[in-house]
């Protein structure tokens, strides 16, 4: 097997770009968009556990489809559906509209998490892959960090309407780049996307030990990250009084450490050392978080620091994760990916609607539901990592 040209792997990190943006982009506007709908800050939130719904619901279709059909023209089909989302959510009249839009919208985009892996499984040999999933993990960290600041930038000179046409627009571009610039990715075999196929494809799947490890790995990691992610603007915003641009900058803080954790295990002669090294910051990180938090220090760095170290468990294992699935050569390859994928984002989207319902609203609180999974990330980690004897 050859590796594709640098242009493919290009578009295949620019492709993962497209969900990220559509998750935080419009963060800073959160404020703005809750007046110009007549609704609460609370109620926009919500409308990212809709994204992340959306996101899980196209991890699973992505996959079955993949099974079939051509993972790039997939690709530049959902790239097409993230532009309609973006679209219906510009002229969104109120905010139960603007929820659907966003599940539109990460029906479409998010297809990249799975798609753009299953490229990599099917046109580059095994040597390379670890490489380009540290390169797609720091990309995903970088976007969510760096799309709050612009969005802050944006906002300033354009409606948040006017930011969700630009993301349309966005989707529309990369859709035909991706055709352009990628080589096709059929499956070896193709599976049709029946029920008794897919049925097979998912107890083939959690027949193996190391997917139920992984996906339990990558779960907990999603879950603290997107958390923050959701409650960013409530909490820096909110409660330590940041400005837009504040608010920005602030995000860029944590993604260091998730980019940290990526660069690590990528460096490492050993994934196994580098993943338990990257817990033990996620474990610090946790308790520092809750800590300063009870402190009652009054500046936004008592969050973004400690999240900066816990953090580097994330941006480790969600590449070490993603390589563990890849590796148990399933013959359902697409339907194994999905699963894999709506368990991780059903996980972030499910623990941000319990944590949403219970209305914490202190920065104690929300410091707690935050540290919680990256201690949970910390200790199954380096329970199932261990040397055997």
Same mark, same amino acid.
């Given at each position: 097997?050859?590796? /594709? *040209?640098?242009?493919?792997?290009?578009?295949?990190?620019?492709?993962? $770009?497209? +969900?990220?943006?559509?998750?935080?982009?419009?963060? /800073?506007?959160?404020?703005?968009?809750?007046?110009?709908?007549?609704?609460?800050?609370?109620?926009?939130?919500? $409308?990212?556990?809709? !994204?992340?719904?959306?996101?899980?619901?196209?991890?699973?279709?992505?996959?079955?489809?993949?099974?079939?059909?051509? #993972?790039?023209?997939?690709?530049?089909?959902?790239?097409?559906?993230?532009?309609?989302?973006?679209?219906?959510?510009?002229?969104?009249?109120?905010?139960?509209?603007?929820?659907?839009?966003?599940?539109?919208?990460?029906?479409?985009?998010?297809?990249?998490?799975?798609?753009?892996?299953?490229?990599?499984?099917?046109? !580059?040999?095994?040597?390379?892959?670890?490489?380009?999933?540290?390169?797609?993990?720091?990309?995903?960290?970088?976007? =969510?960090?760096?799309?709050?600041?612009?969005?802050?930038?944006?906002?300033?000179?354009?409606?948040?309407?006017?930011?969700?046409?630009?993301?349309?627009?966005? *989707?529309?571009?990369?859709?035909? #780049?991706?055709?352009?610039?990628?080589?096709?990715?059929?499956?070896?075999?193709?599976?049709? =996307?029946? =029920?008794?196929?897919?049925?097979? *494809?998912?107890?083939?799947?959690?027949?193996?030990?190391?997917?139920?490890?992984?996906?339990?790995?990558?779960?907990?990691?999603?879950?603290?990250?997107?958390?923050?992610?959701?409650?960013?603007?409530?909490?820096?915003?909110?409660?330590?009084?940041?400005?837009?641009?504040?608010?920005?900058?602030?995000?860029?803080? +944590?993604?260091?450490?998730?980019?940290?954790?990526?660069?690590?295990?990528?460096?490492?002669?050993?994934?196994?050392?580098?993943?338990?090294?990257?817990?033990?910051?996620?474990?610090?990180?946790?308790?520092?978080?809750?800590?300063?938090?009870?402190?009652?220090?009054?500046?936004?760095?008592?969050?973004?620091?400690?999240?900066?170290?816990?953090?580097?468990?994330?941006?480790?294992?969600? /590449?070490?994760?993603?390589?563990?699935?890849?590796?148990?050569?399933?013959?359902?390859?697409? %339907?194994?990916?999905?699963?894999?994928?709506?368990?991780?984002?059903?996980?972030?989207?499910?623990?941000?609607? %319990?944590?949403?319902?219970?209305?914490?609203?202190?920065?104690?609180?929300?410091?707690?539901?935050?540290?919680?999974?990256?201690?949970?990330?910390? $200790?199954?980690?380096?329970?199932?990592?261990?040397?055997?004897?």
């Amino acid at each position: 097997m050859r590796e /594709p *040209g640098r242009w493919t792997t290009v578009m295949l990190l620019v492709a993962v $770009t497209a +969900p990220q943006l559509g998750l935080s982009l419009l963060n /800073p506007s959160t404020p703005q968009m809750a007046l110009d709908l007549h609704t609460s800050v609370a109620a926009v939130q919500l $409308t990212l556990s809709c !994204y992340m719904a959306g996101y899980a619901v196209s991890m699973f279709a992505a996959g079955v489809l993949a099974d079939r059909f051509d #993972a790039r023209t997939l690709q530049a089909l959902g790239l097409l559906l993230f532009a309609l989302g973006g679209l219906v959510a510009a002229s969104a009249p109120n905010v139960a509209v603007l929820g659907a839009a966003r599940f539109v919208q990460a029906v479409g985009g998010t297809s990249a998490t799975v798609l753009c892996r299953l490229v990599i499984q099917r046109r !580059y040999p095994a040597d390379a892959r670890m490489h380009l999933l540290t390169s797609l993990s720091i990309v995903i960290a970088a976007t =969510p960090a760096l799309s709050p600041f612009l969005g802050s930038a944006l906002v300033q000179v354009a409606p948040w309407r006017g930011l969700f046409v630009g993301l349309a627009a966005v *989707g529309v571009v990369l859709a035909l #780049a991706f055709l352009q610039l990628v080589p096709r990715a059929r499956p070896a075999v193709p599976v049709p =996307p029946t =029920p008794r196929a897919v049925g097979r *494809g998912i107890a083939e799947a959690l027949s193996r030990r190391g997917f139920h490890r992984h996906a339990v790995v990558i779960s907990l990691a999603w879950m603290g990250y997107f958390l923050f992610i959701e409650q960013s603007a409530f909490i820096l915003q909110g409660l330590y009084g940041a400005t837009e641009i504040q608010y920005g900058l602030l995000l860029i803080v +944590p993604a260091l450490g998730y980019i940290a954790g990526s660069m690590l295990i990528r460096r490492s002669a050993s994934a196994r050392t580098a993943v338990r090294l990257g817990a033990a910051g996620s474990a610090v990180g946790a308790v520092a978080l809750v800590a300063l938090a009870a402190a009652g220090a009054p500046t936004a760095a008592v969050v973004v620091v400690p999240l900066a170290i816990g953090f580097l468990g994330v941006g480790a294992a969600i /590449p070490f994760a993603q390589n563990g699935l890849l590796e148990l050569d399933l013959q359902a390859q697409g %339907v194994g990916a999905g699963l894999f994928f709506f368990i991780q984002m059903a996980a972030g989207a499910a623990y941000s609607v %319990v944590i949403e319902a219970l209305h914490l609203r202190s920065a104690l609180s929300t410091s707690i539901a935050i540290g919680l999974p990256l201690l949970a990330l910390a $200790t199954i980690i380096w329970a199932t990592t261990r040397k055997r004897r």
